[in-house]
């Protein structure tokens, strides 16, 4: 038998490679036991530790919340005519959800070639929102024809977009009442945080909500609340199946004071002239028109605003001004305020007589009648129905700027109306002493006063502030509060008692009446209305055109309408220029054939 030579060291060579052989197994066994432990430890921490994510990103990506926008509740006239409602019409819709964040700038592009937006536009919104967000993000409304077959017939090219139908605001009239309406929009990023902060706050980005006028007075009556679909939907985003749904509740209607029919008999009195017209129930103040020119059509808020559209707008003279709360110098018409100080401060009885002048002279200035010539002996009701300055002048002399402050605030000048439209009206300027020097940095002169005794000066009030004042002759005596919210509650809701003289009344009443028949105002007597009173005003604006102010009332004995017109920068009087507006305004009131 033939035997392997051994050459001594044989036993030590295999014990060698057996232990090489034993520590790569254990190498690997080692390698092994850490990549599965790994993977264990990742599995562990992506169930338990990230599972509840990871299950909702995956739930999101399979269920989607289809929030149903509640119909927008109506706004009606005093007689149940419509002024507000909402239709029908294509929105289309984006749900970040639907693709990757890396994909959606090729889809947003495609999509605003078909819509005709800046694609920067929705990207900024996409960003702001959240690509993680389960909500849609409404992108445009009022889709045309031809873009919602365009987004059809794309549709596989623009995964995540959806064209749903909603209802949007629409304003059957135009133009008509734009100011006192308002418009509708998206919530502003300013508004939504201020409203976060409200524990009741059920607003978010995208809401569409009152902007300016009754639709932002009466927010919350008309908003209604909002419902939705939770549905599930396969890759493509189309809804398999609705899980679940809650109706959405359309919002309150509300009915205002406005009349439409005197509504557009005021709108074509006034026409383009640059202004205002302000109609109010004597009685309780009750708004029944509102005009300004220039105006809008709203409209065009509830669609996205065309290039067109907006050089439209900015081509007009501050369109969204309400210029019937904006504030002017009451000129003549505050001859009323004047009238009411002199008697119930006790410094001149009813049946004063004062000479007038062409001028009187004060502190070394002369204060001139509007005539220049004077109208030689006048009683308060003549210098009323001639609008003479210089019979005023006299009584603001006597009776000193404190005492005329006081009244004139009484009547409600340098405040609020307490109208519902707030934000946007101003409180005018009732100056004094105080005030004079804060912001002017000198003293009270008696030119002040004389200036302010026939509305010039510093002194600034409303359209509707105007028809207050005049209503307090008119309905005997009372303040009343401007509105527009049609309650059935007693007139004395609306209004509070100024505790003048009968006197007083009686002679404003008869020198407001004869302004028509014998004063500054014969133009527009006629018959083919009831008697009727009111005021002239004409209005220096240095170095710009007069302003042209009338305002009446009627019928004379138990009035039931009042009506303020304001030309602004007219350049001609009151009289000639506003009166017509206001008589128009008058015979459509007291037409046989109005309902």
């Not at 002239?273 to 103040?285: E, K, S, Y």
């Not at 002279?361 to 030689?376: E, L, P």
């Not at 009030?461 to 007693?490: E, F, I």
Request: negative net charge; proline residues 6%.
């Amino acid at each position: 038998m033939t035997s392997i030579p051994s050459n001594g060291y044989g036993s030590r060579t295999n014990q060698r490679s057996i232990g090489s052989l034993v520590q790569a197994v254990l190498m690997m066994i080692s390698i092994t036991v850490v990549m599965v432990g790994g993977i264990g430890a990742r599995l562990a921490y992506l169930q338990l530790i990230q599972g509840t994510r990871n299950r909702q990103l995956a739930e999101n990506n399979r269920i989607r919340l289809i929030p149903t926008q509640p119909v927008r509740g109506n706004i009606f006239d005093r007689n149940g005519k419509i002024l507000a409602t909402s239709s029908l019409s294509h929105t289309v819709y984006l749900w970040p959800l639907a693709q990757p964040p890396e994909l959606w700038p090729d889809t947003v592009e495609r999509l605003c070639e078909i819509i005709n937006i800046p694609s920067e536009q929705v990207m900024e919104r996409l960003v702001q929102t959240g690509y993680n967000s389960a909500l849609p993000i409404r992108v445009a409304r009022r889709l045309t024809p031809a873009q919602v077959i365009a987004l059809t017939e794309y549709g596989p090219q623009l995964p995540g977009i959806e064209v749903n139908v909603e209802a949007v605001r629409h304003y059957p009239h135009g133009r008509l009442a734009a100011h006192v309406l308002g418009y509708t929009g998206e919530i502003s990023d300013e508004d939504l945080s201020r409203l976060e902060a409200q524990p009741d706050n059920k607003y978010r980005l995208g809401d569409i909500v009152g902007q300016m006028g009754v639709e932002a007075a009466f927010e919350k009556e008309l908003q209604g609340e909002w419902g939705g679909r939770q549905v599930e939907v396969d890759s493509r985003g189309q809804v398999l199946q609705v899980l679940g749904e809650k109706q959405a509740e359309g919002g309150r209607d509300v009915q205002i004071t406005l009349d439409l029919e005197l509504q557009q008999a005021a709108e074509r009195a006034l026409g383009e002239t640059q202004g205002a017209i302000v109609a109010i129930d004597p009685r309780d103040g009750a708004v029944r028109a509102m005009v300004s020119r220039p105006a809008f059509d709203p409209n065009i808020f509830s669609g996205r605003i065309t290039e067109a559209d907006w050089q439209r707008l900015q081509a007009a003279r501050y369109p969204f001004v309400n210029r019937s709360l904006q504030v002017f110098p009451p000129a003549s018409t505050f001859k009323i305020v004047t009238t009411t100080a002199a008697i119930e401060s006790g410094a001149y009885p009813p049946y004063t007589v004062l000479p007038t002048y062409p001028y009187i002279t004060a502190g070394g200035i002369q204060f001139w009648d509007w005539n220049r010539a004077g109208f030689g002996p006048l009683s308060f009701e003549g210098a009323m129905a001639w609008s003479s300055d210089t019979f005023f002048y006299q009584i603001a002399q006597r009776i000193g700027g404190e005492v005329l402050i006081d009244w004139t605030r009484r009547y409600g000048f340098g405040r609020k109306s307490g109208i519902e439209l707030a934000s946007e009206e101003s409180p005018g300027l009732v100056p004094d002493a105080a005030w004079k020097e804060r912001v002017l940095g000198e003293g009270w002169y008696q030119g002040d006063t004389i200036n302010m005794s026939i509305g010039q000066g510093f002194l600034q009030a409303s359209p509707l502030q105007q028809a207050m004042m005049m209503a307090v002759p008119a309905n005997g005596g009372y303040m009343v509060r401007p509105h527009l919210r049609s309650l059935d509650v007693d007139v004395s809701y609306w209004r509070e008692s100024m505790n003048l003289s009968q006197d007083t009344i009686d002679v404003l009443r008869r020198g407001l009446r004869q302004v028509i028949t014998d004063g500054t105002a014969t133009n527009v007597n006629t018959s083919e209305i009831p008697p009727f009173a009111g005021k002239t005003g004409t209005a220096e604006a240095p170095p710009h055109p007069s302003h042209a102010w009338f305002g009446a009332y009627a019928p004379m004995d138990d009035p039931e309408i009042l009506v303020v017109a304001l030309g602004e920068h007219a350049g001609k009087g009151g009289g000639a220029f506003a009166a017509p507006m206001v008589l128009e305004v008058l015979k459509d009131y007291f037409r046989e054939d109005r309902q």
